[in-house]
Structure formats: structure tokens, C-alpha cells
């Protein structure tokens, strides 16, 4: 049974920092993408960042760029997400994902099979 666990979602201030955690079991992460997206209220779901089985090709949505860092630790098959001045438009529930896109869809939501429930991260002073 693949699971994928995320943690370390909170309330911050603007220009502040949190790290976002995945853990994964039930797969071999070193042959999947993995990647971030995340829904705001009243909003489209949209991708933050994704990275391909080999770290090779990344994903960063225009917002996140020069603010958030995508990485994993196959060893410890947990992925993370490095937040860096954050604004208050961050604000959504942050959800961790594992699949197997082609390239040219690693920014797809649909190109991913495996979900965590979310966590929440709110920017507000």
C-alpha cells in the first residue's frame, strides 16, 4: 500500500520560512517524480514544483521561483519542499505527490497517481 504523509505545514508571517516533509512508503522513490501542488479556497489546484525520477528535469511554477527548493532523499523516501519568503498569496493546503509523467508533463496534476492528504500553510501576519 503506497502512502505519502506530509508534515510541517503552520501559520507563518509573511517573508518568513517553513520546510515542508513527505514521507513515502510502499514504493521505490528513486523511480518516481515526485513533486508539490497545492489549492488555495475558491482556487484551481496548480503545481509548485516537480522533479523527475533522476532530479534531471524540475518544475517551478513562476510564483515559487528563487523562493522554494524541491528535493528528496531517496534513502529516507521522504521529499521536501524548502519555503523561503512567503507571501501571503501562498497560502493553500500543500499536497505531496509521486507518479511517473513523461517530462513535458511534469507540471500535469493528472500525471500523478499517488496523493498525501495535505497539509496547510497559511502566510499572514
Known amino acids: 500500500q503506497v502512502q505519502l504523509v506530509e508534515s510541517g505545514g503552520g501559520l507563518v508571517q509573511p517573508g518568513g520560512s517553513l520546510r515542508l516533509s513527505c514521507a513515502v512508503s510502499?514504493?521505490?522513490?528513486?523511480?518516481?517524480?515526485i513533486g508539490w501542488f497545492r489549492q488555495a479556497p475558491g482556487k484551481e489546484r496548480e503545481g509548485v514544483s516537480c522533479?523527475?525520477?533522476?532530479?534531471?528535469?524540475?518544475y517551478y511554477a513562476d510564483s515559487v521561483k528563487g523562493r522554494f527548493t524541491i528535493s528528496r532523499d531517496n534513502a529516507k523516501n521522504t521529499v521536501l519542499l524548502q519555503m523561503n519568503n512567503l507571501k501571503p498569496e501562498d497560502t493553500a493546503v500543500y499536497y505531496c505527490?509521486?507518479?511517473?509523467?513523461?517530462?513535458?508533463?511534469?507540471?500535469?496534476?493528472?500525471?500523478?497517481?499517488?496523493w498525501g492528504q495535505g497539509t496547510q500553510v497559511a502566510v499572514s501576519s
Open positions: 505527490v509521486a507518479g511517473q509523467p513523461i517530462l513535458s508533463a511534469l507540471r500535469l496534476s493528472s500525471a500523478y497517481n499517488y
Open positions: 522533479i523527475d525520477d533522476s532530479d534531471n528535469g524540475s
Open positions: 510502499g514504493l521505490a522513490l528513486d523511480t518516481y517524480a
